[in-house]
Nanobody, 127 residues
Framework: QVQLVESGGGSVQAGGSLRLSCAASGSPSSDYGMGWFRQAPGKEREGVATISRGIPYTSYSDSVKGRFAVSRDDAKNTVYLQMDSLKPEDTATYYC????????????????????WGQGTQVTVSS
C-alpha cells in the first residue's frame, strides 16, 4: 500500500508558476499510474493530469492542456505537476492519487478509478 504526500502549494499571482510534488512511500511509485486532481470549494473533484507507469504516457484535462505538465522520477518515488500561466480559476486544493489499474482506464481522469490519495496542497491564484 502506498502513502502519498503532496507539497509545493502556495499563493501566486495570475500568470505565475508553481511546481507541485507528490512523494510516495511504502511501495515503489513505479508500480502505479499517478494522477493529479483538484477541488475548489463547492465544486466536484476534477481530474487535471495523469501519467502512466512504465513508458510515461500522459493525459490532461482540456482546462490545463498546454499550461500544466506532469512528470515522474521513480528513482525518487516522486511525481511532479509543473503549473505555468496560472489563472484565478486554477485556485483549488490539489490532490495526488495512485492506482495500479490500466492506462486505458486511468487516462480518463475519473477520481473513482484511483485507490490511493494524498491529503492535498492548497493553490491560490490571485488576479
Amino acid at each position: 500500500q502506498v502513502q502519498l504526500v503532496e507539497s509545493g502549494g502556495g499563493s501566486v499571482q495570475a500568470g505565475g508558476s508553481l511546481r507541485l510534488s507528490c512523494a510516495a512511500s511504502g511501495s515503489p511509485s513505479s508500480d502505479y499510474g499517478m494522477g493529479w486532481f483538484r477541488q475548489a470549494p463547492g465544486k466536484e473533484r476534477e481530474g487535471v493530469a495523469t501519467i502512466s507507469r512504465g513508458i510515461p504516457y500522459t493525459s490532461y484535462s482540456d482546462s490545463v492542456k498546454g499550461r500544466f505538465a506532469v512528470s515522474r522520477d521513480d528513482a525518487k518515488n516522486t511525481v511532479y505537476l509543473q503549473m505555468d500561466s496560472l489563472k484565478p480559476e486554477d485556485t483549488a486544493t490539489y490532490y495526488c492519487a495512485a492506482d495500479v489499474g490500466s492506462w486505458y482506464r486511468l487516462r480518463q481522469l475519473k477520481a473513482s478509478d484511483y485507490t490511493y490519495w494524498g491529503q492535498g496542497t492548497q493553490v491560490t491564484v490571485s488576479s
